[in-house]
């Protein structure tokens, strides 16, 4: 069994207040069920875009292992400051998940350098999602591929910088594909966007979507390594 980690799912958590189709599908957000689907042995905590600090005190992201981040309507809201706060402890090793439409948020934008755009349409349409990377620790247990029988489309052109490894590409009933599983490692953190997770479709109750992102979770979990030391040096031989 992989080690337990310490947990945080940041969720906007506006749609499932304020739209009913939402709050059919996620009553008590989509924080929650995603942290229900966990194995046991993590530990889960939650944060939303209207508590102080976002729910992302500086306290709370020292006991923070891994962060997963969901956004939408309200991506300028989250303050720069938080922001700035994130970004500090991902370079320090925390793991950080991006979820759907994380990909605006700011914290996504700022490790990427990039506009972090795409194409959408959100009709509710057939989604594959194929693995390109078999043998990949966050594809364990999975498939060829995932079907999600409704989702709202992304497609490229995605403005991101090339992936370190690309684990999924999707494939939509309308004929776009798009690159929906992509890692990357920035300081000492390692990161993971996952594009599923549209909030009127019942996608993270999909049990496939569930063991990817528990995969995620324990792959971008800190691994105990060396801290860098920069600066002048003094010589480990003799000069």
Not at 56 to 67: A, G, P, Y
Not at 89 to 100: A, D, K
Not at 117 to 129: I, M, Q, S
Not at 221 to 233: C, R
């Amino acid at each position: 069994m992989n080690q337990p980690v310490r947990v945080t799912i940041w969720n906007e958590y506006r749609h499932e207040q304020s739209n009913r189709a939402v709050q059919e599908v996620y009553p008590e957000g989509i924080h929650k069920v995603i942290g229900a689907a966990l194995p046991a042995h993590h530990t889960v905590a939650y944060a939303t875009l209207d508590e102080e600090q976002h729910g992302l005190t500086e306290e709370r992201l020292r006991e923070t292992d891994v962060l997963l981040w969901w956004g939408h309507m309200a991506h300028g809201e989250v303050q720069d400051e938080i922001v700035e706060r994130v970004y500090a402890r991902v370079l320090q090793g925390m793991g950080l998940i991006v979820l759907h439409s994380g990909h605006f948020s700011k914290i996504f934008k700022k490790l990427m350098g990039t506009t972090c755009d795409l194409k959408w349409r959100d009709v509710g349409e057939k989604e594959r999602l194929w693995v390109v990377k078999p043998g990949h620790p966050i594809v364990q247990g999975i498939g060829e591929y995932i079907e999600l029988p409704q989702e709202e489309m992304y497609g490229e052109h995605f403005d991101i910088p090339a992936p370190d490894e690309l684990i999924f590409t999707s494939w939509f009933q309308g004929g776009e594909v798009f690159r929906s599983g992509c890692c990357w490692t920035r300081g000492k953190g390692r990161i993971f966007y996952f594009r599923p997770g549209h909030e009127t479709f019942p996608t993270y109750h999909h049990a496939d979507v569930q063991r990817v992102i528990a995969n995620a979770v324990d792959w971008a979990a800190p691994l105990e390594t060396a801290t860098p030391v920069y600066g002048n040096a003094k010589p480990l031989e003799t000069l």
